[in-house]
């Protein structure tokens, strides 16, 4: 794993990949990321505009060093320790225990090998066991069938549909609305520890 494995919470670790906070040192990473037209195509609602490293680079330092308390933004390591995408956990209420959440794998290279889901593994013990939510959210757009295959594959319900939502391609699309709860996730034997336990 990366260098950080001996100061992350356990709930930030997987087998298979760990989550960081974002690292400065990896800014030209996220800007290619964020300049690729084809993850923006799939993850944003905001039609595409390539950012220069000036704008982006002052928008990257303030999640980096000035976060929002009802954010949390994370890279994505391999066990290689090879940064190959990013996740996040928004919409934090501590009161009301829920939150949302996504994450995508940026590098190429590592599609399609089942490290979304793993990441997705990683980020909901981190919802449930370490911020200890109730409820965990999650969208889509209704092109998006990877990301909303993966969001069923993992437990998550449909919970209903922003109609004509988006408009790209010359056409409207709907958003899709998805949730997880605690009792859900436990049902679900995705506890990692817990599997441990068992085994």
């Not at 040192?25 to 505009?49: R, T």
């Not at 594959?153 to 919970?159: A, K, L, Q, S, V």
């Not at 409207?172 to 049902?187: G, H, P, T």
Request: hydrophobic share 35%; proline share 4%; net charge negative.
């Amino acid at each position: 794993m990366g260098t950080m494995s001996a100061t992350l919470p356990d709930c930030l670790q997987g087998e298979r990949i760990e989550l960081t906070p974002l690292q400065i040192v990896n800014i030209h990473q996220h800007l290619a990321w964020n300049n690729d037209p084809e993850l923006n195509y799939l993850d944003s609602e905001v039609p595409y505009q390539k950012e220069t490293f000036g704008a982006f680079k002052e928008r990257f330092e303030r999640m980096v060093f000035r976060p929002s308390p009802s954010l949390r933004d994370f890279e994505i390591h391999a066990e290689d320790g090879t940064l190959i995408g990013v996740a996040f956990v928004t919409q934090i209420s501590r009161h009301n225990r829920h939150c949302s959440v996504g994450v995508t794998i940026g590098n190429r290279d590592y599609w399609g090998r089942g490290y979304g889901r793993a990441s997705m593994a990683v980020l909901l013990d981190y919802c449930f066991n370490c911020l200890e939510m109730h409820r965990v959210g999650a969208e889509t757009f209704e092109y998006n069938t990877a990301w909303k295959n993966l969001v069923l594959g993992m437990g998550f319900r449909p919970e209903g549909i922003e109609r004509d939502y988006l408009y790209r391609d010359g056409q409207y699309w709907d958003k899709e609305i998805f949730s997880m709860l605690e009792a859900e996730y436990r049902q679900a034997g995705h506890e990692r520890h817990e599997r441990r336990e068992a085994a």
